[in-house]
């Protein structure tokens, strides 16, 4: 009963709410009003059920945190438990691994070119996890060093005709400097200031691609940027699709490899104090400069390869493609997938981009159901898909010290 | 010299339109430390709700004051209502969660805002009328700043006199700081916090209404994402005077307006962008906290 | 996590259900805007290509083969657009009629290009497309930006007789392309001197600096390059300032929407504008047919562009007597089409000869553009 009242106010409430945008539009040149009161009739309605479920699942949420099994011992979540079964991870890990190997020869050359989009955005996700998750700086204008990569090759490959294993170094190199230059004014800046002259950052690089037309071309952008040749073969838009694909599952696979040696490295270790409490990690002798420094320019780096593998795939690219939003959905990416965590980002980033992608069905709503999502989750999961595990090194008694 | 005084009123016109949207931002921001990206949105809302009023009082045959008058006031309201539904959706559930994960949230909701009333109205551009009209004591000026312009700028010194004076010197306000200052800490001599952070938000976005109603008199027209673009540099604006800092905020979007407008005029407005936000980066290095802001102390 | 992983495997399984064409039907393509804030560029294209597929199916086919047209969004994003493309190829599309904007289109045609089909875009002006070279099998129903910006700067030379003016562009491709074109024309030309040429975020909430500036360059005119939303507050918040110079503007502006924007500060604009084609019988009937298809006889931005490429590409199979990519590109470049813009033949670029493809000059008038003679 106490839930039926609340809902009965929750559906007028959101009924007054939505009544000037959902019921009436105007048009003001012709000076004619339409009252479409059938609107507010299924948001009364929706709103009544929704709350239902907003306050089961608010419930479930408080007794989530002190969840047990029957036995006593707390609920681990499913992921969790995955990543403490190394069998069981490996051989989940193997399927995983040999369903990408065959995929593009099951699925079609759109399905396979999506699945290229996912995997540049893993890598950017990753790329960020860096700066954001392990190192705790807020960057809001990472999508200035994925272009800093794009245009490094686009131009490259314009003006010199240089080829993609060149240019890819080359890229990444660029965005690492990118990061550095970036990175040495803001040394001194923290938390939302750090996050605000990023953003400024990110805008002023978009801006000068936009304005510059002598060194980018302008708003028209680069065209007929070369797909990356197979030892000077010219492939088909197949097969270089299918061709980029595995190199992207090769870029994927390389990102995780060294990110998870890195994470546990002495330098990954002092990220990791710089973002739990910088003054205490400074007085324990980590050079802050030093540290700082190599989070954004290695965070840049991936960026910067992610930007040839993007320029290489479409071919074609302007400054339209490295708007704020661009920085926005990655950072979504790395806090959905939850901060720190491989797997998660990984997860995330598939979920972000192809979320949209097969929701082309409900085209119109696909937008306004990605912002609920988004909105959701960080309510319900603001840990993410996956909380990220810190190295634990335990004292495990051997045989011989207790005989 | 009459160059620069009319570029120094197309700075003040713009910083001041800056200023009305970053008030709202600054407010929320210093009292719970969120970028409130959202902000921009109750702004647009708050345009199109008075465009509605506006459609069906001229429609019912109302004089453009009475319109001005109604349509700020149905804004304020449905803004106010929007920004306390949206702290209570998208921010309440997330206290003391980390402090990426309201900002995330805030993201998710500028989306979600700027969907709804793409689905609900239109994406396309809507043309909204000029309620303010044009006074005839400013007809000698008009070419140097509109009567609009006139307003907007009345009202934001005004809004800032008002709240300067409100956080100084009522209950409220002094509610209002000590949750700024430290949450738990007022919660324990018996601030109620959650209504101060209510309240902070329907401040906020009625500001953003008020605003969204009379610079879309300024400009002529509206769309679903006039929002995020002025939101962005209000935003800035903020930053630069001190995040947090109501004074700053009107400094900072000043300070915005006059680099923008003289730089166009001096030298091109192809980068007038790249100005702002190179003067943004500038002064955060030499003043890391803006203009205006207190360093933070930091805590040991 | 289940229900979301039963959904993503649905959707696969229903976009993969979508199999190749049959071998006996036509299937046309449409790429382009369909949803997002450019969907009223594109969706006309869709419901041209419907109507002719319809009426020609109801005769019977092409060679007697049905045709289907099969539309793919692409929201004008290039990166959507590849995808768009790939689907489009993998679906096996007989010919495609897009994209829309010239960046999607631009990002879309190495694509088809590599897999041998015809692609003929109503909208994208972007001259290189054509000019370039580069895609031979990239044709198109529209006329180019470059014949635009000329246009706008003989018009103010010869027309309005103004000796200085400031050209704007909005900074986007399609605008600063426009304004470029016109600066080049204009100091070709010799006649008309370009005082200011500058770019202005369409987005800005203010453009008072900027107007003070054409104010002190003593410009006698101004042409504006970009869309209506940014052009309408430039000639609004120019007026109140009470600058009365001539504004002239182009085809991104001269719509409705303009009108409607900027009310009657509108009034006295030039802008160039694609040639009207209301009185073309076929254009008649089409509109007709629009009219009782989707309830409105309203057809929309290159509607009859993309009809009128629907009606190029089907009559070239027609003659082709195939649908083999060699014999359509022959067919296209020798045959003339009837269509509603009027005897369509292609240059050797591929760019559309007809006497409803090219710009005219319009001028708004009691809240209306007229044609200015």
Known sequence: MEGFKKSLLACIWFMFLTFPLVVIRVDTAEKTVQWRWMHMLWVGLGAFLLSYVWRFMLKRKAMGRSATNPDGTPVVPFLQRLSANPPLARSIMAVIAIGALVFPWLFSTYQTNIMISAMIYIVLGLGLNIVVGLSGQLVLGYAAFYAAGAYSYALLNHHFGLGFWTALPLGAGAAALCGIILGIPVLRLRGDYLAIVTLGFGEIVRLVLENWNEFSMGPSGVSGISRPGLFSVELSVDGATTYIYYLMIGLVALTIFVINRLKNSRIGRAWLALREDEIACVAMGVDRMKTKLTAFALGATWAGMAGVVFAAKTTFINPASFTFMESAMILAIVVLGGMGSILGVSLAALLILLLPEYLRAFSEYRMLLFGATMVLFMVFRPQGLVSSERQRYEFKETKESQG | ?300 | MKTLMKGLVLSLALVLGAGPALADTIKIGVAGAHSGDLASYGLPAVNAAKLVAEKVNAQGGVNGMMVEVQAEDDQCKPEMATNAATKLVSDKATVIIGHICSGATKAALPIYKAANLVVMSPSATNPPLTKSGEFPNFFRTIATDDEQGPALAAFAANKLNLKKVAIIHDKGDYGKGVAEFCKAAMEKAGKVKVVLFEGIGADQVDYAAVIQKIKQAGAEGVVYGGYHPGASKLISQMRKKKIAIPFLTDEGVQGPDFLKLAGNDAEGAYATGLIDVSGNAMYKAAAEAHQKAFGTAETGLFFAQAYAATQSLLNAIDKAKSTKYEDIMKALHTETADTCLGKIKFNAQGDAQAEGVGFSVYQVKNGKWELNK
């Open chain 2, 1 to 300: 010299m009459e160059y620069f005084l009319e570029l120094f009123f197309g700075g003040l016109t713009r910083g001041s339109i800056y200023a009305l949207i970053a008030l709202g931002y600054t407010m929320v921001y210093g009292i719970i430390e969120l970028i409130n990206f959202a902000h921009g949105e109750i702004y647009m809302i708050g345009a199109f709700t008075g465009l509605i009023v506006a459609g069906v009082l001229t429609a019912m045959g109302f004089p453009a004051l009475a319109i001005l008058a109604v349509a700020l006031v149905v804004a304020v309201v449905y803004c106010s209502a929007y920004g306390y539904t949206m702290e209570k959706i998208a921010y309440k559930p997330l206290r003391g969660a980390n402090r990426l994960s309201p900002l995330i949230s805030a993201i998710g909701m500028s989306i979600f805002l700027q969907n709804y009333v793409l689905l609900a109205q239109t994406p396309n551009f809507l043309p909204f009328p000029n309620l303010i009209g044009e006074f005839e004591f400013m007809e000698d000026y008009a070419h140097i700043l509109g009567s609009a312009n006139l307003v907007i700028i009345l009202v934001t010194a005004a809004a800032m006199v008002a709240l300067t004076l409100f956080i100084k010197y009522t209950r409220m306000g002094r509610a209002m700081r000590a949750t700024a200052q430290n949450r738990k800490m007022a919660m324990l001599l018996g601030v109620n916090v959650d209504a101060v952070i209510s309240l902070t938000f329907i401040i906020g976005s009625s500001l953003a209404a008020i605003g969204g109603v009379l610079i879309a008199c300024h400009t002529g027209q509206i769309n679903i994402t006039i929002g995020f673009i002025a939101g962005i540099k209000a935003f800035t604006a903020a930053v630069l005077g001190g995040v947090g800092s109501i004074p700053g905020a009107m400094l900072g979007a000043l300070v915005l307006g006059f680099t923008e407008s003289f730089a166009t005029g001096y030298i091109s407005s192809d980068y007038e962008d790249v100005f702002a936000f190179g003067l943004l980066v500038l002064i955060l290095i030499f003043r890391p906290s803006g203009l205006l802001g207190k360093a933070p102390t930091q805590k040991v």
